[in-house]
């Protein structure tokens, strides 16, 4: 689903965000990449995403070679993909399904069929009694929730979650996380950014270590997982 090839990002100014990265991610697996900030964790997913490209390398997602994407072919690969973020970027004059509903509509589904999917992602997330609340009624693991079912809505193949549990408790982010696990478990491939070593070493999931935009360590959950 997706695959580094020795991939680097150098930026105009000289700064190399990322050298040499090569790994795969496949269908149905769940992996984090840490390191310190600064290390090149969202760089890394902008590029999954095709708002940067690479400077060397091949990238490849959902079979797309993002080394080569035209422009016109990049908005149909965004939408392959759903992307959770630290501070939820929600709507605050709409309400848990509106918000929920604004991939849809921006990609012109007929209200009925955006209807259904929308509380088909809210119910995966355990939010459907919620539809008609506003994100400031809700705690801040229900509003994380609803930027993940905002995400899943379009039924993407992919999920990159970038510092997903940075503003939550430990309780709200295994919340956070066993919902990722939900979607992993029916083939979605999940990546998730995070800096919460302690978190990371709880889960025990693979674990992808970036240092100064090197990929120094690929780790494998534990036997006794």
């Known amino acids: 689903m997706i695959k580094f090839d020795n991939i680097s990002k150098r930026y105009a100014d000289g700064q190399e965000a990322l050298v040499d990265v090569s790994?795969?991610?496949?269908?149905?697996e769940l992996a984090f990449i840490t390191g310190h900030s600064g290390a090149g964790k969202s760089t890394l997913l902008?590029?999954?995403?095709?708002?940067?490209?690479?400077?060397?390398?091949?990238?490849?997602?959902?079979?797309?070679?993002?080394?080569?994407?035209?422009?016109?072919?990049?908005?149909?690969?965004?939408?392959?993909?759903?992307?959770?973020f630290q501070d939820h970027q929600l709507l605050h004059d709409r309400s848990v399904f509106d918000n929920v509903a604004l991939p849809l509509e921006i990609c012109g589904y007929h209200p009925t069929d955006a209807g259904r999917r929308v509380?088909?992602?809210?119910?995966?997330?355990?939010?459907?009694?919620?539809?008609?609340?506003?994100?400031?009624a809700l705690s801040g693991g229900e509003q994380q929730r609803v930027g993940i079912a905002r995400a899943v809505?379009?039924?993407?193949?992919?999920?990159?979650?970038?510092?997903?549990?940075?503003?939550?408790?430990?309780?709200?982010?295994?919340?956070?996380?066993?919902v990722f696990e939900q979607f992993q478990s029916v083939g979605?491939?999940?990546?998730?950014?995070s800096h919460d070593a302690s978190l990371v070493e709880r889960l025990n999931c693979r674990t992808l270590?970036?240092?100064?935009?090197?990929l120094i360590a690929d780790q494998k959950p534990r036997p006794d997982s």
Do not use: M, W, Y
């Open 23 to 28: 790994f795969e991610v496949s269908r149905g």
């Open 46 to 84: 902008k590029l999954i995403l095709a708002i940067e490209s690479p400077s060397s390398g091949q990238l490849i997602a959902n079979g797309i070679n993002l080394s080569r994407i035209s422009s016109k072919q990049i908005a149909l690969h965004r939408r392959q993909i759903g992307t959770v």
């Open 119 to 136: 509380r088909a992602a809210l119910d995966k997330v355990g939010l459907l009694k919620k539809e008609k609340s506003f994100p400031a």
């Open 153 to 178: 809505v379009n039924r993407p193949r992919i999920i990159l979650a970038d510092e997903p549990t940075g503003n939550l408790d430990p309780a709200l982010s295994r919340e956070v996380i066993e």
């Open 188 to 193: 979605v491939c999940l990546l998730v950014a």
């Open 209 to 214: 270590v970036l240092d100064s935009g090197r």
